[in-house]
């Protein structure tokens, strides 16, 4: 069975500030997908990356960074001089690549608040 | 470029009424899959569709939940009747079904806030 671990439930940081959020995940297949979704206070779901189990390369993007380490079971989400637009509940979640069952599995979700 | 639509983007009914939400997901994905978000279970996958056909409905919290995809560019969730623990946030997302050793990622409608007195 798949799970997802976001232990952060909240996190309060100044403008400006690097924050890192964390994502620990379990599963049992050697393929699997990892994804970050950021939800604002609007509620939608906005899709952020994906990473494969296969891929280990750290990817950033602009002021984002993503940090995916096997041997941890980790898929952590930097935000590099965070803004107030950063506020938001980030979702990390993972699908595994399990015949047609493409479901995702998320996390608790991450509330980010960044202060001005 | 249109995305994932859901109407109505609210609702309010009273328990035992019967609610139905609906959504239209982008052309050209064979994919649907409908989520419920509560406080207390957080994203949970009620149904999943696969070419208009149910693949996976484990999710689907009792029989007074049912979903339907007649064809491609819509699909239907039904609950009757509603209670008033039904209240939630429901999702629709839309994807390209891949092979194996590939994934693409879902995207999400607005959301329905069902509320049920």
């Known amino acids: 069975a798949q799970k997802v671990t976001q232990a952060q439930t909240e996190i309060s940081v100044v403008e400006k500030e690097d924050v890192t959020l964390d994502c620990v995940y379990e599963?049992?297949?050697?393929?699997?997908?990892l994804f970050w979704y950021k939800q604002p206070p609007s509620g939608e779901l906005v899709f952020l990356i994906r990473?494969?189990?296969?891929?280990?390369q750290n990817e950033i993007s602009g002021r984002y960074s993503w940090n995916f380490q096997k041997s941890t079971s980790s898929f952590n989400f930097t935000i590099t001089a965070s803004q107030v637009v950063d506020s938001a509940v980030y979702f990390c979640?993972?699908?595994?690549?399990?015949?047609?069952?493409?479901?995702?599995?998320f996390g608790s979700g991450t509330q980010l608040t960044v202060l001005p | 470029d249109a995305g994932v639509i859901q109407s109505p983007r609210h609702e309010v009914t009273e328990m035992g009424q019967e609610v139905t939400l609906r959504c239209k997901p982008i052309?050209?994905?064979?994919?649907l899959f409908w989520y419920r978000q509560t406080m207390m279970r957080g994203l949970e996958l009620l149904i999943y569709?696969?070419?208009?056909?149910?693949?996976?409905d484990s999710g689907m919290p009792e029989d007074r939940f049912s979903a339907k995809m007649p064809n491609a560019s819509f699909s239907t969730l039904k609950i009757q009747p509603s209670e008033p623990r039904d209240s939630a946030v429901y999702f629709c997302?839309?994807?390209?079904?891949?092979?194996?050793?590939?994934?693409?990622?879902?995207?999400f409608g607005p959301g329905t806030r069902l509320t049920v007195l």
């Open positions: 997302a839309s994807t390209t079904e891949a092979g194996l050793n590939s994934y693409n990622e879902q995207f």
């Open positions: 599963t049992r297949d050697t393929t699997y997908y």
């Open positions: 990473r494969n189990s296969f891929d280990e």
């Open positions: 979640a993972l699908s595994e690549d399990s015949g047609s069952a493409r479901q995702l599995t």
């Open positions: 052309s050209g994905h064979n994919s």
């Open positions: 569709f696969n070419n208009n056909v149910p693949i996976d």
